[in-house]
């Protein structure tokens, strides 16, 4: 049974730091595409940030890149998502996401949830002001 876990959320100021965990069990392959998605309350999903095995490239959405920088260690089976400079508006529920096996997904398809096949529980970040 794959399970993906996320960790590290929690309440922060303005800008401070936190870094997201996303450690998965179940996965035999090593060669996953992972991907950060968030939900704000009353918003839908929407794509953070994701890192292609394949060749290390990575995406970030607009609105937080230069501040959050996602990474993945394959001999602890967990991903990271480094985030600094945090805003208000980043507050929301963030979400790992995972698919394994070699891909060459294209940036835009990564951006989308159909990419993935496993999720994880999410965990609340709260950016006060």
């Known amino acids: 049974q794959v399970q993906l876990v996320e960790s590290g959320g929690g309440l922060v100021q303005a800008g401070g730091s936190l870094r997201l965990s996303c450690a998965d069990s179940?996965?035999?392959?090593?060669?996953?595409?992972m991907g950060w998605f968030r939900q704000a309350t009353g918003k839908e999903r929407e794509f953070v940030a994701a890192v292609r095995w394949s060749d290390g490239a990575t995406y970030y959405a607009d609105s937080v890149k230069g501040r959050f920088t996602i990474s993945r260690d394959n001999a602890k089976n967990t991903g990271y998502l480094q985030m600094n400079s945090l805003k208000p508006e980043d507050t929301a529920v963030y979400y790992c996401a995972a698919k394994p096996g070699v891909t060459y997904y294209s940036g835009s398809y990564l951006r989308s949830t159909r990419a993935y096949n496993y999720w994880g529980q999410g965990t609340q970040v709260t950016v006060s002001s």
């Open positions: 179940g996965l035999t392959d090593s060669t996953i595409d």
